[in-house]
């Protein structure tokens, strides 16, 4: 079964029905020879927060060293998203492959007339991959009440009420104490029921089981116990908050701010506690890491811009509590919400709006854009109707002054495709050996052969402009009526453009353009004066076509010429897997630093511990001791000073010190490291890995690399422009090595200009690698195919290369960009 049939398949299923009970997926489990045995399962039930205290846990537990499992609902554009392991997707390949597996048992059940829903089957699908994965932990977020949830087909080692409130009365109860009585049911045998509720709920949970209760001290004298507030705001973006259980504590800051993520934040913590004995330092590690996106997500602070998927009042109020936190002049509201949902409730708790944008996310029970402008126009001072959500939202920000306030709201769907502005990806599809058109897009299936660089029909005046030799192709992602808006614009020019919704997230189109140069240029002028969001998308094509310079400042200035620049590798370890020990005295470090700047390194990264497999953790204060003399001793030698690690404390020193740039091979591991650099003004390279140092034993399954190590990257970069890093100072590493095979990383510099589309600069690290073992035949400690790789990145358009051997490496970057001096 291809993926875009699997996909199709499992979101076939109806959303909801009447039966009650866990057979259905008990049955679909058993086919599956019952996986929720072989991992320990926690349910997450609640009102609201169960999604991010779910979040919450994941990230202490992964945190923790442990592997984890993740389903949460819904997802934003796609049901890929709500099955994770240790942060990624469950792979195309697999879906595909549990679908095909699952085919005979719903016949089965179709001719016993028990058709399952979309979230049962989804649920069994999670349960199989996360006994595929091997994973420690299985976090199962409920999706209605709990006593027949599909979710409660497991036996939970663990499990938390959030909250409650009255929601889906027809199936739960009437009264608050009848929907905290069902939530009940998902207490463990084993142990108690971690819960948020409070009052009358907590009275009725506490009649069907024990628990430890959690929240804020109480006037009534009936405290949690375990005290969990917010305690303060750190930043914009981080509030401060405080945990006190009966034999431990933490203070940590949070990124998902309000009083209730701290409350979330303490039944996340003791989630922790009675699974793993996780420590109150690696908790409050792992919950300053925790990211969820459309929860009061912070996309900009100059105007601050904010995406919240609250959907009900009781979401609403909080939302509006928020708000009041931050100073503005003008509130710009763009809302959309379900037709379901009381949305008079939800607006009216929301402070005075100037501007508000009636929308409609492509959903067919989203409600009408014109019947909300109606019941906005009690609340603000100026109501538009925008049928498109990302229109709506370009409109919001174009009118938004740089202190005011943009607030997307209303439902997630209507988040969902609001996000789009700032995790499309326009890619450069690379002119490599092969096309990477359908590799990109797995599964996928257009409607005629896929375009591919370089070619095309050739023009009746066989001109070489119009002949392919100048065509340019580029892939992303779309929402329906933008793809097909692109295509005729595109077709008005002359170019050429494919669309395919199989295969694609459920709610986007893959959308793959070519042109000449001179046609993109018409398209991207067309796109600036269209509706539906697309003047985005003429940026950035417009940035593509016309890229650029890296900043000059932070220590980037060599990456803002046209030639590849060296980053000189010097680690003053004892046990780096080339050098190890050569240069961790202070002479010899300074005069290797003197040689590699001679033989042209443009920069020189310092590093103090080793990121190769089985390497030893080093504590901060020894990497500050090896690195800080360094830095001091060579900073004045005239090219910018790197510093390799991942710790927030080690880069505060080495920046202090005279470092320009940290290097942190981590992907942002250290929650304070963003903040730090920030603080510091600096520059990053933020680098995507698996784990740090590399654990042989872990392989990753990817779809197609590059598609998956951009996405990722992309989230981060996210992060690291929300703590305050400007994006002109980011450079991106796809990380060659680091949870790859050598045939992954040949991949990603084969395809280093597809990274462009972050908007970054691009550094490979690939020097003496073990991607190289199979291929060192002239046995000279894989320097000559680094030589040979490095010849491929400069070729590929990479910015940057961190290597060794400078002098090998710089005369192999000269050859590939054709620097051959005749009269030498």
Same mark, same amino acid.
């Given at each position: 079964?291809?993926?875009?049939?699997?996909?199709d398949?499992?979101?076939?299923f109806?959303?909801?029905?009447?039966?009650?009970?866990?057979?259905?997926?008990?049955?679909?489990?058993?086919?599956f020879?019952?996986?929720?045995?072989?991992?320990?399962?926690? @349910?997450?039930?609640?009102?609201?927060?169960?999604?991010?205290?779910?979040?919450?846990?994941?990230?202490?537990?992964?945190?923790?060293?442990?592997?984890v499992?993740?389903?949460?609902?819904p997802?934003?554009?796609?049901f890929?998203?709500q099955v994770?392991?240790? +942060?990624?997707?469950?792979?195309?390949?697999?879906?595909s492959?549990?679908?095909?597996?699952?085919?005979?048992?719903?016949?089965?059940?179709?001719?016993?007339?028990d058709?399952?829903?979309?979230?049962?089957?989804?649920?069994?699908?999670?349960?199989?991959?996360?006994?595929?994965?091997?994973?420690?932990?299985?976090? *199962? $977020?409920?999706?209605?009440?709990?006593?027949?949830?599909?979710?409660?087909?497991?036996?939970p080692?663990?499990?938390?009420?959030?909250?409650?409130?009255?929601?889906?009365t027809?199936?739960?109860?009437?009264t608050?104490?009848?929907?905290a009585r069902?939530?009940?049911?998902?207490?463990? @045998?084993?142990?108690?029921?971690?819960?948020?509720a409070?009052?009358?709920?907590?009275?009725?949970i506490?009649?069907?089981?024990?628990?430890?209760?959690?929240?804020?001290?109480?006037?009534?004298?009936?405290? %949690?116990?375990?005290?969990?507030?917010?305690?303060?705001?750190?930043?914009?973006?981080?509030?401060?908050?405080?945990?006190?259980?009966?034999?431990?504590?933490?203070?940590?800051? *949070?990124p998902?701010?309000?009083?209730?993520?701290a409350?979330?934040?303490?039944?996340?913590a003791?989630?922790?506690?009675q699974?793993?004995?996780?420590?109150?330092?690696?908790?409050?590690?792992?919950?300053?890491?925790?990211?969820?996106?459309?929860?009061?997500?912070?996309?900009?602070?100059?105007?601050?811009?904010?995406?919240d998927?609250?959907?009900?009042?009781?979401?609403?109020?909080?939302?509006s509590?928020l708000l009041?936190r931050?100073?503005?002049e003008?509130?710009?509201?763009?809302?959309?919400a379900?037709g379901?949902?009381a949305?008079?409730?939800?607006?009216?708790?929301?402070?005075?709006?100037e501007?508000?944008?009636? #929308?409609?996310p492509?959903?067919d029970?989203?409600?009408?854009?014109?019947?909300?402008?109606?019941?906005?126009?009690?609340?603000?001072?100026?109501? $538009?109707?925008?049928?498109?959500v990302?229109?709506?939202?370009?409109?919001?920000?174009?009118?938004?002054?740089?202190d005011?306030?943009?607030?997307?709201?209303?439902?997630?769907?209507?988040v969902?495709?609001?996000?789009?502005?700032?995790?499309r990806?326009?890619? %450069? #599809?690379?002119?490599?050996r092969?096309?990477?058109?359908?590799?990109?897009?797995?599964?996928?299936s257009f409607?005629?052969?896929?375009?591919?660089?370089?070619?095309?029909?050739?023009?009746?005046d066989g001109?070489a402009a119009?002949?392919?030799?100048? !065509? !340019?192709?580029?892939r992303?992602?779309?929402?329906?009526?933008?793809?097909?808006?692109?295509?005729?614009?595109?077709a008005?020019?002359?170019g050429?453009?494919?669309?395919?919704t199989?295969?694609?997230?459920?709610?986007?189109?893959?959308?793959?353009?070519?042109?000449?140069t001179? @046609? *993109?240029?018409?398209?991207?002028t067309?796109?600036?004066?269209?509706?539906?969001?697309?003047?985005?998308?003429?940026?950035?094509?417009?940035?593509q076509?016309?890229? %650029?310079?890296?900043?000059?400042?932070?220590?980037?200035?060599?990456?803002?010429?046209?030639?590849?620049?060296?980053?000189?590798?010097?680690?003053?370890?004892?046990d780096?897997?080339?050098? +190890?020990?050569?240069?961790?005295?202070?002479?010899?470090?300074?005069?290797?630093?003197?040689?590699?700047?001679?033989?042209?390194?443009?920069?020189?990264?310092?590093g103090?511990?080793?990121?190769?497999?089985?390497?030893?953790?080093?504590?901060?204060?020894?990497?500050?001791?090896?690195v800080?003399?360094?830095?001091e001793?060579?900073?004045?030698?005239?090219?910018?000073?790197s510093?390799?690690?991942?710790?927030?404390?080690?880069?505060?020193a080495?920046?202090?010190?005279?470092?320009d740039?940290v290097n942190d091979?981590?992907?942002?591991?250290?929650?304070?490291?963003?903040?730090?650099?920030?603080?510091h003004?600096?520059?990053?390279?933020?680098?995507?890995s698996h784990s740090?140092?590399?654990?042989?034993?872990?392989?990753p399954?990817?779809?197609?690399?590059?598609?998956?190590v951009?996405?990722?990257?992309?989230?981060?970069?996210?992060r690291?422009?929300?703590a305050?890093?400007?994006?002109?100072?980011?450079?991106?590493?796809? +990380?060659?090595?680091?949870g790859?095979?050598p045939?992954?990383?040949?991949?990603?510099?084969?395809?280093?200009a597809?990274?462009r589309?972050?908007?970054c600069?691009?550094?490979?690290?690939?020097?003496?690698?073990?991607?190289?073992?199979?291929?060192?035949?002239?046995d000279?400690?894989?320097l000559? %195919?680094?030589?040979?790789?490095?010849?491929?990145?400069?070729?590929?358009?990479?910015d940057?290369?961190?290597?060794?051997?400078?002098?090998?490496?710089?005369?192999?970057?000269r050859a590939?960009?054709?620097?051959?001096d005749?009269?030498?």
């Amino acid at each position: 079964m291809e993926y875009h049939e699997a996909a199709d398949y499992l979101t076939s299923f109806q959303r909801r029905r009447p039966k009650f009970g866990i057979e259905t997926t008990a049955r679909m489990l058993s086919h599956f020879d019952d996986p929720q045995d072989d991992v320990d399962c926690v @349910q997450i039930a609640g009102s609201n927060g169960k999604g991010s205290t779910a979040r919450m846990l994941d990230s202490v537990l992964r945190r923790a060293g442990l592997s984890v499992g993740l389903f949460t609902s819904p997802g934003l554009n796609d049901f890929r998203e709500q099955v994770t392991v240790d +942060g990624r997707k469950v792979p195309k390949s697999m879906v595909s492959t549990y679908a095909e597996e699952l085919v005979p048992c719903i016949d089965r059940l179709r001719e016993d007339d028990d058709v399952p829903t979309h979230f049962e089957v989804l649920t069994a699908v999670a349960l199989r991959h996360f006994s595929e994965m091997d994973v420690d932990v299985a976090i *199962l $977020e409920v999706g209605i009440g709990g006593r027949y949830d599909a979710t409660s087909a497991v036996d939970p080692v663990a499990s938390a009420v959030t909250s409650v409130s009255l929601e889906h009365t027809e199936l739960l109860g009437e009264t608050v104490e009848e929907i905290a009585r069902d939530k009940a049911q998902v207490a463990p @045998q084993a142990g108690p029921l971690v819960t948020g509720a409070d009052g009358p709920a907590l009275a009725a949970i506490r009649e069907v089981t024990d628990v430890i209760s959690v929240g804020a001290e109480r006037d009534d004298g009936d405290d %949690p116990d375990v005290v969990a507030v917010e305690t303060g705001m750190r930043s914009a973006v981080e509030s401060e908050i405080s945990i006190i259980g009966p034999d431990w504590s933490l203070d940590t800051n *949070l990124p998902l701010l309000g009083s209730h993520q701290a409350c979330n934040a303490g039944v996340a913590a003791t989630l922790a506690r009675q699974i793993a004995a996780v420590d109150p330092d690696t908790i409050a590690e792992g919950l300053r890491s925790v990211v969820w996106p459309g929860r009061f997500e912070i996309m900009s602070t100059e105007p601050m811009i904010v995406l919240d998927g609250s959907h009900n009042p009781g979401a609403a109020a909080t939302l509006s509590d928020l708000l009041g936190r931050y100073e503005y002049e003008d509130l710009h509201l763009v809302f959309g919400a379900m037709g379901d949902k009381a949305y008079g409730e939800m607006v009216e708790s929301l402070p005075e709006v100037e501007t508000a944008y009636a #929308t409609r996310p492509d959903l067919d029970r989203a409600e009408h854009p014109d019947a909300l402008a109606e019941t906005l126009a009690d609340y603000a001072e100026s109501v $538009e109707t925008v049928a498109s959500v990302p229109e709506a939202t370009e409109r919001a920000i174009e009118a938004a002054d740089s202190d005011d306030f943009v607030l997307v709201s209303g439902s997630l769907y209507t988040v969902a495709e609001a996000r789009d502005r700032w995790t499309r990806r326009l890619v %450069p #599809t690379a002119r490599t050996r092969e096309s990477h058109v359908e590799s990109s897009f797995v599964g996928a299936s257009f409607d005629s052969v896929a375009v591919t660089a370089g070619t095309g029909p050739s023009a009746d005046d066989g001109s070489a402009a119009d002949s392919g030799i100048d !065509r !340019r192709v580029f892939r992303t992602y779309l929402r329906k009526p933008q793809a097909a808006r692109v295509a005729e614009l595109l077709a008005e020019v002359g170019g050429d453009c494919r669309r395919s919704t199989a295969g694609s997230p459920e709610k986007l189109v893959a959308t793959v353009f070519a042109a000449t140069t001179a @046609q *993109l240029g018409e398209l991207a002028t067309a796109l600036s004066n269209e509706g539906l969001g697309l003047r985005r998308l003429a940026s950035q094509l417009d940035e593509q076509l016309d890229p %650029p310079a890296p900043s000059r400042e932070a220590g980037l200035g060599p990456l803002a010429g046209e030639e590849t620049a060296v980053m000189g590798i010097l680690n003053v370890t004892p046990d780096s897997f080339h050098d +190890g020990g050569e240069y961790d005295a202070l002479d010899a470090a300074v005069d290797r630093a003197t040689e590699m700047v001679e033989a042209g390194a443009d920069i020189i990264d310092v590093g103090g511990e080793s990121t190769r497999p089985g390497a030893d953790p080093v504590p901060a204060s020894e990497e500050i001791d090896r690195v800080v003399p360094v830095i001091e001793a060579i900073s004045d030698m005239g090219v910018p000073i790197s510093v390799d690690t991942w710790k927030g404390a080690v880069a505060d020193a080495a920046l202090d010190a005279g470092a320009d740039i940290v290097n942190d091979v981590s992907g942002l591991t250290d929650p304070e490291m963003p903040f730090v650099v920030a603080d510091h003004d600096a520059s990053l390279v933020l680098m995507h890995s698996h784990s740090v140092p590399v654990d042989p034993d872990s392989s990753p399954v990817y779809d197609d690399v590059v598609e998956d190590v951009l996405t990722e990257l992309g989230e981060q970069l996210l992060r690291a422009e929300r703590a305050g890093i400007d994006r002109d100072r980011i450079v991106i590493d796809p +990380g060659c090595g680091f949870g790859k095979s050598p045939a992954e990383s040949y991949a990603l510099i084969d395809r280093a200009a597809e990274f462009r589309a972050l908007g970054c600069p691009v550094l490979i690290g690939h020097s003496r690698k073990s991607m190289y073992k199979a291929i060192d035949y002239a046995d000279d400690d894989r320097l000559t %195919p680094t030589i040979a790789g490095t010849a491929i990145a400069a070729d590929r358009g990479a910015d940057v290369v961190r290597i060794h051997d400078v002098r090998e490496n710089v005369s192999a970057i000269r050859a590939a960009d054709g620097r051959i001096d005749p009269d030498s």
